[in-house]
DNA sequence: CTAACTGTACTAAGACAATTAGTACAGTTA
DNA sequence: TAACTGTACTAATTGTCTTAGTACAGTTAG
């Protein structure tokens, strides 16, 4: 379901954050679904659980997942774009595409990988 | 030229690395054109010159752009695709896309933005 | 009710990276 | 010569990440 990569210079709660919420995005994980316990995450990882309660704390306040004590962390949809996350998003997407482009990568290319997201979505 | 922000999680080298190399990619900066000296750079940016200076080295590493003893620091033009570097920025191109669907905003409106910037890199 | 789960909170310690300060040396140029 | 350029190196400091350990309250199946 994730994996983790040491050798990485980002932070490990960092990661497993950018995992689950690629999960959640693409609609591999959807709405109200469960996701793993805090300490069931951790054993699988082989990381301390409050690397792990960490990532679950900041996705939460992100508005990706919610957290209910006894029951577990689920999955939510998302309710109103958050215009400051989508500025960020915005602008990552921008220095993508220009560096792909200074690169030798068509514009053309990248719009074609667009759509097969989209049609990859889909089928889902 | 560049600002960094001392609240960012994101390490300063880093922050000059990512300005320099958007100033780069998107044709502010043209190929051999002289970028600021080590010192003058950090005074300016009210930073270690030991900051720049990493900032600078892995630039070069990364072939944006080549330093020369006595002389300065210059711009380079790219020879040769980086296929991992290209790599990188084809995820973080398709995570950036995954997200800003999901939270509202159409790929047609992506499609279009891509157009804009190749118009506007087009005027200069 | 009990036992086993759930999230959450907190402290303490260690490891590591980032940053700064300072010094130094060699090449370039007016 | 003097003032610039990049580069290299050590030492100290600071802050973040991660781990270990403990604890408490809510939930749920038996």
Redesign the interface.
């Known amino acids: 379901m994730i994996t983790i990569n040491m050798r990485d210079s980002r932070p490990i709660y960092e990661q497993v954050k950018?995992s689950l919420?690629?999960l959640?995005?693409?609609g591999a994980l959807p709405a109200d679904e469960k996701l793993p316990s805090v300490r069931e995450l951790a054993a699988q990882l082989v990381i301390n659980p409050n690397t792990i309660q960490r990532a679950y704390r900041e996705l939460e306040h992100e508005g990706y997942i919610v957290s209910v004590p006894g029951k577990g962390s689920f999955a939510t949809p998302?309710f109103g774009?958050?215009s400051r996350?989508?500025s960020e998003?915005?602008a990552?997407?921008?220095?993508?595409?220009?560096?792909?482009?200074?690169?030798?990568?068509d514009?053309a290319e990248?719009?074609k990988?667009?759509?097969e997201?989209?049609a990859k979505?889909d089928e889902a």
């Open positions: 950018d919420r690629r959640i995005v693409s998302h774009a958050d996350r989508v998003l915005l990552a997407f921008d220095d993508a595409v220009a560096e792909l482009r200074y690169l030798g990568v514009g990248l719009k990988r667009i759509d997201q989209e979505k």
